[in-house]
T-cell receptor, first 113, second 115 residues
Framework: GNSVTQMEGPVTLSEEAFLTINCTYT??????LFWYVQYPGEGLQLLLK?????DKGSNKGFEATYRKETTSFHLEKGSVQVSDSAVYFC????????????FGQGTELSVKP | DAGVIQSPRHEVTEMGQEVTLRCKPI?????LFWYRQTMMRGLELLIY????????DSGMPEDRFSAKMPNASFSTLKIQPSEPRDSAVYFC?????????????FGPGTRLTVL
């Protein structure tokens, strides 16, 4: 079945460090891929998405490229801030699943001043 | 624009009691989703509706859980009777439609504690 695997957290970085959170997926069709962010005590917010191979999603300095050959959608940011501390979820939505999002387990990021 | 609205934000109840969670989706959105989040199981889709009709309820844990969407602007998730293992954060989300590219917008969640 479809699944999403993320690198385990927590990830602790100093401010202005480079961030990578790995995400790989398994899907039988042609999924759309998403990164959601959850700040403490809040619901999930869409961070970025990509709907076909080689697409790059970007928002707020974060980027992720849809790599079909490696079935990956790694999240990157060149210089993190304390305000980026949150839990990040990778997710896929495959065409034949209707509206169903399959989430990874989440990666907690903590950025220290 | 108002986002997805959920109520209550927090609910504490005793085992055996009935619990009703409420959701108002974003106006104009045709699809509504109920998720449950726990440390052990992460985020799980419980059920989703399209145009007020339940499409996939395969994630509903058991008969104690039921969900309704009587109109386009309101949905409920009911647990009767509740059990301690139902303690979790329950999220409602809505999207324009149910296509694979549609973004789901999440509410703030209801934190349920069953004693």
């Amino acid at each position: 079945g479809n699944s999403v695997t993320q690198m385990e957290g927590p990830v602790t970085l100093s401010e202005e460090a480079f961030l990578t959170i790995n995400c790989t997926y398994t899907a039988t069709g042609y999924p759309s891929l998403f990164w959601y962010v959850q700040y403490p005590g809040e619901g999930l917010q869409l961070l970025l998405k990509a709907t076909k191979a080689d697409d790059k999603g970007s928002n707020k300095g974060f980027e992720a490229t849809y790599r079909k050959e490696t079935t990956s959608f790694h999240l990157e940011k060149g210089s993190v801030q304390v305000s980026d501390s949150a839990v990040y979820f990778c997710a896929l939505n495959e065409n034949n699943q209707g509206g169903k999002l399959i989430f990874g387990q989440g990666t907690e990021l903590s950025v220290k001043p | 624009d108002a986002g997805v609205i959920q109520s209550p934000r927090h609910e504490v109840t005793e085992m055996g009691q009935e619990v009703t969670l409420r959701c108002k989706p974003i106006s104009g959105h045709n699809s509504l989703f109920w998720y449950r989040q726990t440390m052990m199981r992460g985020l799980e889709l419980l059920i989703y509706f399209n145009n007020n009709v339940p499409i996939d309820d395969s994630g509903m844990p058991e008969d104690r859980f039921s969900a309704k969407m009587p109109n386009a602007s309101f949905s409920t998730l009911k647990i009767q009777p509740s059990e301690p293992r139902d303690s979790a954060v329950y999220f409602c989300a809505s999207s324009q439609d149910q296509g694979r590219t549609d973004t789901q917008y999440f509410g703030p969640g209801t934190r349920l504690t069953v004693l």
